[in-house]
């Protein structure tokens, strides 16, 4: 093992020395606004086309499979090529590479314009999705670069995921009013004048990459492509497991296909003189319990939604209006709970923020799962607990993993810690998922149950809540342990 692979992984701080770095977040709303556009991208472009996916369905006489590959082939190749677009940005530049995914951004927004079938639709998605990796993670590595005190970080990136939440929260109404005015590709077209606004704000508000913070090892291309077929297969397993059930064979193959490629990877990584993820920085505390901090928001967020949605909808009746206003809980809490981030960072230190923000969404899992049957008012509790956690974490956590790792691999470091959120939200919905279909005989959809298939329900329910609040703590518990290991070190 070489002498650079063995080297404590210590951020340098005299690696951006050279330059003057902001003194607060007025003197660099221009970068600011350009990195908000960016996250408001990947938050609204999903939510903001699945209120559109029945007329795009009738209008390219699309297959369910089809409008399925619309949403899904972005989230799978935005997933699965992170690390590796991660891993080249802090190779050749973070703004570079963020730069000309933006272009491209832009380019296949307005290819939308042209599209007459499914897929060429399909064809965009991919990208797209190819775009938001080249991007989303650039997004939060140059926002922790661009200012030297923690505090600003916590600031920085507080308010651009506050910006990308807002257009989660909005994007479904706001396509809704689209559509009844306009055409569906008005809403994939609106990304063109968000990618000039980040393209302004990145290009003239951040400085070009100061080359003693990038790397010069060569791109391990043979990594990249094991990477990505492993988190490719990885995200796809848990649509499988939902569509053809825990006892058929496709899932477990597609699970063997992904343990296989991972296993690959693995040895690749441990071989390689250079490699695309030095494992020895999972091993850092700081890295480690941040990873798994934030796995366990994501797999809370995944599988209490998807949950709550059907508990709501197809056990409770409620019309499809009265449910999305039953999530309110969980979206005013997420964008309201921006303010208390800050002052509560400065209060406990930002480990032990961390720590205690992945232990209310563990609490929300619990109260859902042991009393979420009794009354909405405990689901109302048990979103607003889990909201407030992961409101915290995601940007906690975050900045914890960009803190310990070499600043020469920030961008990898926030690529990885998108990578493990959305792998672990898969995996919620796939947990979830395969419980109900396991433990309910019959059409969930299905008008008219019978008293013994209510009671499957609610116990289906009841048991993918317990397994959900299992496998978080489990995430939880070995953060804390990977935290306490390194302040006893």
């Given amino acids: 093992m070489s002498a650079e692979r063995t080297a404590p992984i210590i951020p340098d701080p005299t690696a951006s020395s050279a330059r003057r770095t902001p003194a607060s977040l007025g003197e660099a709303w221009i970068a600011l606004a350009g ?32 409008l399925q590959w619309v949403t899904g082939a972005y989230a799978v190749v935005f997933g699965g090529s992170m690390l590796a677009f991660g891993a080249i940005a802090d190779r050749y530049g973070r703004r ?43 997004s939060m590595a140059l926002a922790f670069r661009l200012f030297a005190a923690d505090e600003l970080r916590v600031k920085a990136m507080t308010l651009i995921s506050t910006v990308g939440l807002v257009g989660l929260a909005i994007g479904p109404t706001v396509g809704g009013l689209v559509l009844a005015v306009a055409p569906w590709q008005v809403l994939l077209l609106v990304n063109v004048p968000i990618a000039a606004l980040a393209i302004v704000g990145v290009r003239f508000g951040i400085p070009a990459d100061d080359p003693s913070g990038l790397h010069r090892d060569p791109v391990d291309f043979a990594g990249a492509a094991l ?12 649509t499988v497991f939902v569509e053809a059930g825990a006892l058929s064979w496709e899932p477990w193959v597609v699970v063997c296909l992904a343990l296989a490629s991972g296993v690959l990877f693995v040895l690749r990584e441990r071989s390689a003189r250079h490699p695309l993820l030095d494992l020895a920085l999972l091993a850092h505390p700081l890295v480690a319990s941040g990873l798994a901090f934030k796995a366990a928001a994501s797999l809370a967020t995944a599988g209490l939604a998807y949950l709550v ?94 803190r310990g790792l070499p600043e020469s691999r920030t961008t990898t470091g926030a690529a990885l810690t998108d990578t493990a959120s959305e792998v672990a939200s898969g995996v919620g919905l796939a947990v979830a998922g395969t419980i109900l279909a396991a433990l309910f005989v019959g059409d969930l959809a299905h008008a008219g149950w019978s008293a013994q298939q209510t009671g499957e329900f609610r116990t289906a329910v009841t048991v993918a809540g317990l397994a959900l609040t299992a496998a978080a703590g489990a995430l939880v518990a070995f953060g804390f342990v990977r935290a306490r290991r390194g302040d006893a070190g």
């Fill in 227 to 238: 990477g990505t077929v492993t988190i490719v297969l990885a995200l796809i397993a848990p």
């Fill in 96 to 138: 570079r590479v963020m730069l000309v995914g933006l272009v491209l951004l832009g380019l296949a927004s307005l290819a939308t314009a042209f599209v007459t079938t499914a897929e060429e639709l399909i064809a965009v998605r991919v990208a797209m999705g190819v775009a938001a990796a080249m991007t989303t993670p650039g």
């Fill in 35 to 66: 990195l908000s556009a960016v996250f408001l991208f990947e938050m609204l472009d999903n939510s903001i086309l699945n209120v559109a996916l029945p007329t795009i369905g009738r209008e390219l006489h699309a297959s369910t499979t089809g």
């Fill in 309 to 402: 949605t059907l508990q709501l909808q197809v056990d409770w009746g409620w019309p499809p209006a009265l449910a999305a206003v039953g999530m309110l809980p969980q979206v005013v809490v997420l964008i309201a709970g921006g303010a208390v981030i800050g002052p509560f960072v400065r209060k406990v230190g930002l480990e032990r923020a961390a720590g205690m923000s992945a232990v209310a969404v563990v609490a929300g899992l619990a109260v859902y799962a042991t009393l979420g049957r009794l009354g909405y008012v405990w689901i109302a509790l048990a979103l607003a607990l889990v909201a407030a956690g992961i409101r915290v974490v995601g940007v906690v956590a975050g900045t914890n993993v960009l």
